[in-house]
């Protein structure tokens, strides 16, 4: 959480016109809202607007065992081949799950890249307090954050990381992040 991969997608964006791109979490936060508008209503549930952290992290477990592991991997794909776009990018952020990719990684017609992006917990506690993302987000103290890191969708991520074609640590600064992450994409783009 709050490593940067949301700062990376947008300067990839901004160095590729009409880059698309596609978060993980779409899915759970689209669940959320026709759960909570339908659903829930009907059964005179009151759900929040916007999830928290922890609500999205449960229903990433729920619906995974309902639906199967790599239901969010074939929702961001799908989503990500109806795309229109000319770019030689598409970015898929937010995977936590070496499910999440292992479609992506076995075709041999892709040139997907996995960019493990990591930052000290100190960074990525005061980042996630100050963009207040989701609600409780700006209240949370760093234990309780660290508490968040260890649900199950989180303690995945760190398996993604043997995996990754690179990784970047954005502990020190956007300048470095920006250096290591266009030198990379523009590396690919040219092989």
Excluded at 23 to 42: G, N, P, V
Excluded at 155 to 164: C, D, F, G, Q, V
Aim: with cysteine; glycine share 4%.
């Amino acid at each position: 959480m709050a490593s940067g991969k949301g700062t990376a997608t947008e300067l990839v964006k901004l160095w590729y016109a009409d880059t698309p791109s596609f978060r993980f979490s779409d899915t759970l936060r689209e669940f959320w809202e026709c759960w909570r508008l339908h659903i829930a209503a009907d059964h005179q549930i009151v759900l929040p607007e916007k999830p928290t952290t922890k609500d999205l992290q449960e229903l990433s477990t729920a619906l995974r065992r309902i639906f199967g592991e790599n239901m969010m991997e074939r929702a961001t794909v799908l989503r990500a081949e109806q795309s229109a776009s000319r770019s030689p990018v598409v970015v898929i952020e937010g995977i936590r799950r070496l499910v999440d990719i292992r479609t992506l990684m076995e075709d041999q017609e892709l040139n997907f890249r996995l960019i493990y992006i990591e930052a000290s917990a100190d960074v990525r506690w005061q980042r996630h307090r100050t963009r207040n993302e989701k609600p409780g987000d700006a209240d949370l103290t760093f234990e309780q954050f660290l508490a968040l890191g260890e649900a199950e969708p989180e303690k995945e991520i760190r398996l993604l990381r043997p995996s990754a074609h690179l990784v970047l640590d954005n502990s020190r600064g956007l300048n470095l992040l920006e250096i290591a992450l266009i030198r990379a994409i523009a590396g690919w783009i040219a092989s």
